[in-house]
């Protein structure tokens, strides 16, 4: 399956989930395939996707659901760690896995090697990890992970999709995306 | 009894509206991290700063008003973050930064980061106080949150160490 199916497939599943998506391509592609309010595009910053879905995730009522990369989630791998011990059962964090960083001209990455990333994760505490090769596959994954913290590895094909850059600036995309997220917060608890 | 320096920064938090904090671990701090959420603040411990400053980031999205407490030795940790996710989007964060590396300083590993701190911070344009005593600490605390929340930056508070050995007798 192609990197942009398998977001395709599940954006079709989405209502007003809230979506973290990774830099680069992946972002591109998500844009292209549906933009929303509800997307949130990092622009920056690599590797801290499944960081901001997690603080997100502790912070309102909704499903939270990532779209990381092998090379983002390769340079952060602290954050599977925290998101063991912190466990927000609305955290949904998608890898695609493409053995390589695409978006940076195909340069192989470790998970093409002896790395597994979903033994990573469990090794990490997390329970529910799912690893999927077709678009099927991944549609009833992402549903069944639905109420738990979840790791979706995703096989996808290297390269990316002829898309154009995102056209939003990053002040609008950040505007726009907590509004949208407003009204299902989580109160602390004082 | 919680310290003079914890009590401060406990009331500080509260009063400048902070409800989510990460932090990677630090002794000036152990005391307020360990009160974080007695005082009704959720507390995320992170393996390192970069992350933290993403999990805030993610926390702000969500409606909190996030802090991160770290070691300047973190500072570099987290550079490209606090620019290209807080600075492009607009992404306020409140950082109080404990000083390793100035006066007393035991560990010759804590210097050059410790003379590069203020320094890094200028050059990315990220605006800090260095509080002099624990009742400046209070309203500068209370005055980079503000500010934070208001302009959408980062905002640091440097605690120096000497502050954790003043003692209010108030």
Not at chain 1, 38 to 60: D, K, P, Q
Not at chain 2, 87 to 92: C, E, L, R, S, V
Request: with cysteine; net charge neutral.
């Amino acid at each position: 399956m192609k990197r942009i199916e398998a977001i395709r497939c599940v954006m079709e599943e989405l209502d007003g989930e809230l979506v973290v998506c990774n830099i680069g391509y992946p972002s591109r592609e998500l844009y292209s395939v549906r933009d929303r309010d509800e997307n949130f595009y990092m622009l920056g910053s690599m590797g801290l996707a499944s960081s901001i879905g997690l603080g997100l995730a502790l912070s309102t009522k909704k499903r939270v659901v990532v779209f990381d990369g092998d090379g983002s989630l390769l340079m952060n791998l602290g954050s599977l760690v925290t998101i063991a011990n912190q466990s927000p059962p609305n955290l949904t964090l998608i890898v695609l896995d493409n053995e390589s960083y695409s978006t940076t001209g195909g340069q192989p990455s470790y998970t093409a090697g002896k790395t597994s990333l979903a033994k990573m994760a469990r090794a990490a505490g997390i329970d529910n990890v799912l690893e999927v090769k077709s678009p099927e596959e991944l549609k009833s994954a992402f549903n069944e992970s639905k109420g738990k913290t979840s790791v979706i590895i995703a096989k996808v094909e290297k390269g990316n999709a002829d898309v154009p850059i995102i056209p939003l600036s990053p002040y609008w995309i950040k505007k726009r995306f907590m509004k949208a997220a407003k009204g299902n917060r989580v109160q602390s608890q004082v | 009894m919680p310290s003079s320096l914890a009590r401060v920064l406990l009331s500080s938090l509260v009063e400048a509206g902070v409800d989510f904090a990460v932090s990677v671990p630090d002794t000036l701090f152990a005391e307020v991290l360990e009160k974080l959420e007695s005082v009704g603040i959720m507390h995320v411990p992170v393996t390192r700063e970069e992350e933290g400053v993403g999990v805030a980031a993610g926390a702000y999205l969500g409606g909190k008003r996030p802090v991160i407490l770290m070691q300047n030795s973190g500072l570099g940790n987290c550079m490209n973050a606090l620019l290209s996710l807080n600075k492009t989007f607009g992404i306020p964060l409140l950082m109080l930064i404990s000083q390793r590396g100035g006066r007393g300083e035991k560990i010759v590993a804590q210097i050059p980061m410790g003379e590069a701190t203020i320094p890094l911070l200028k050059a990315a344009c990220i605006p800090f106080y260095v509080p002099e005593s624990l009742r400046q600490l209070e309203e500068h605390v209370v005055g980079a949150a503000k500010r934070a929340w208001r302009e959408e930056i980062p905002v640091a508070v440097i605690v120096r160490r000497e502050l954790g050995e003043e003692d209010r007798s108030d």
